[in-house]
């Protein structure tokens, strides 16, 4: 289990900084083909993160519900954000044809709601620092319907925030020590 925390917390980090800092570039430049790009990987790198933050809480119907729901709807939308990010970014203004529009704010909708019940679980559990997971509750569902818009200074800020609340968290799911290993020249006896 330590990798998996381990793990979802590299992941985390690197999911938090993949939003945050081409989020902030885009603030100043706008939408470039390097931080759709990079935005466009972010998902990928967030599932291990919701598994780690999951393992590190106590088990509610309330948070398992919250994680399979959000979990699902990260991969779901994730999907989105790589086509719109990494696809259709290079295809200029392509019209969506309504059955995809529907599947993509369908997608959007299972990850919000998940996101909401399971950010309401960490808050909850009190086991994770409290100001990232009302961030990760609040601005990140924000944060999905937003993507919809033109970028604007308030989208690029909530980038900023929601990269920064996801490399907190992943912070806080790090084991602190290396567990104990025992190996055959670590084990000793005493000599009476």
Do not use: K
């Not at 729901?69 to 086509?83: H, Q």
């Not at 019940?117 to 997971?133: E, K, N, T």
């Not at 907190?168 to 084991?175: E, K, T």
């Amino acid at each position: 289990m330590t990798f998996l925390m381990r793990f979802g917390a590299v992941c985390g980090v690197l999911s938090g900084l993949f939003i945050g800092l081409p989020g902030a570039v885009e603030g100043f430049v706008g939408e470039t083909a390097a931080t759709s790009l990079v935005i466009g990987l972010s998902p990928a790198l967030a599932a291990p993160l919701v598994t780690a933050l999951f393992l590190g809480q106590p088990r509610t119907t309330l948070g398992t519900v919250g994680y399979a729901v959000s979990f699902v709807g990260l991969g779901l939308f994730g999907g989105a954000a790589y086509a719109l990010n990494i696809v259709l970014f290079h295809l200029g203004e392509p019209t969506l044809a309504a059955p995809s529009v529907a599947v993509l704010s369908g997608s959007a909708v299972v990850f919000a709601v998940g996101t909401v019940l399971f950010g309401i679980s960490m808050i909850r559990a009190h086991v994770h620092p409290p100001v990232p997971v009302w961030a990760y509750a609040t601005a990140l569902p924000v944060l999905t319907f937003a993507a919809r818009l033109p970028d604007t200074p308030l989208t690029s800020a909530l980038h900023v925030v929601v990269g920064a609340a996801l490399v907190w968290l992943a912070r806080s799911v790090y084991p602190a020590t290396r567990p104990a290993t025992t190996t055959s020249s670590t084990i000793t006896t005493s000599a009476a």
